[in-house]
């Protein structure tokens, strides 16, 4: 899944904690042979192969999260768009490359989650167009970290940590006080912008900071394309969302990022259980009305 996975849990048994350990990575190996598109015999990069030819059966972890993706977009209008990948599949953050304007203006057409055709009483996914191709890396993360933390309750684990990249979901308190969550500064890697003192959440972070690089022209390059544009968002620095499980918060997080702090805010309001923190481009932090004010 290209990204770092950490566990933190209390349990009476070591060797039990162990097996509990490894069937929660277990967890984020098999999300990622079923959603990776970096690997070409993931289930999703068999659909981004056959489903504009005909329908395809998907396993239903897939469904789930395709489900949920289709949820967001409309939610958000579009500014989650799992159908990214149509352009975003032309960018290799490692090796600094971008694709041209004529090469996004042939692909942005292809961006559009509603020809992304589910069928629920079958299980299958119909792309109603030629080029498209989904990029599931704004919500897979999030699906692993809830299917972990399932994982650790039938386990009977009571207190844990459980994080991939930027998303995060606590079970339980640590043990008799808050877990502290730092929201790091989106311009510094050893500094928080606050501090957070939670407990028995889920919470995602989507940065500029990430993946990314600096081109000829002393753009920033990141992976958090507008689906409008194919170009990376501009505007915003960093989005932490709040919320009961990763799945929500892992695709809200983009969803947000690219809505911009009006818009963004504003949706996020009409959402109950659901919080956010924007930090913009002049490194203003916005926060929706369920969070005090950060302490100065």
Known sequence: MTTPVELEFWFSDRSAADAIAEDVL?????????MSRYRDDSELSELNRLAADAPVKVSPELFEVLKKAGEVAELSDGAFDISFGSVGFLYDYRERQQPSEEDIRSRLGHINYQDI??????????YRQQGLLVDLGGIAKGFAVDLGIERLVRAGVYHARLSAGGDLRLLGDKRGS?????????????????VLPLANVAISTSGDYERFFINDQGERVHHILSPGTGKSVRGVQSVTIIGNDALTTDG???AVFVLGPEKGLEMIEGLPGIDAIIIDDQRIMHFSEGLAPPES
């Open 252 to 254: 809200l997080s983009t």
């Open 117 to 126: 055709i589910l069928d629920a009483a079958e299980r299958t996914v119909f």
């Open 26 to 34: 277990a967890v984020f190996h098999q999300v990622d042979r079923n």
């Open 178 to 194: 808050p877990w502290l969550v730092g929201v790091r500064d989106p311009r510094s890697e050893e500094r928080n912008a606050v």
